[in-house]
Nanobody
């Protein structure tokens, strides 16, 4: 059974930082693409970043470019999302997702392409 477990969310002031973790089990980590998505209250789910764990290829949405960094520790089957200079508009539930294959190809992560999802972790940024 594939499981994705997010952690690291919390409450932070604008300008602060958080690091989210996504621990994966039940899959061959290097064969999968991992994406981070977020959903703010009353809004749809937005893809913010992805990583091709075997090659290290990454992609960022314009809204987080230069502030967020996605990385993977393949030995730990874990992907991280380092979030710096957080803004109130970054407030959302953040989910990681995984799917087999090469999905992180320089374009926006699309939620329908990801079969496995974590439960999410809340990030709240106060102004």
């Amino acid at each position: 059974e594939v499981q994705l477990v997010e952690s690291g969310g919390g409450l932070v002031q604008a300008g602060g930082s958080l690091r989210l973790s996504c621990a994966a089990s039940g899959l061959t980590f290097e064969d999968h693409t991992i994406g981070w998505f977020r959903q703010a209250p009353g809004k749809g789910r937005e893809g913010v970043a992805c990583i091709q764990t075997n090659f290290g290829t990454t992609y960022y949405a314009d809204s987080v470019e230069a502030r967020f960094t996605i990385s993977s520790d393949n030995a730990k089957n874990t992907v991280y999302l380092q979030m710096n200079n957080l803004k109130p508009e970054d407030t959302a539930v953040y989910h990681c997702a995984a799917n087999r294959g090469r999905l992180c190809t320089g374009r926006h992560p699309l939620q329908y392409e990801y079969a496995y999802w974590g439960q999410g972790t809340q990030v709240t940024v106060s102004s």
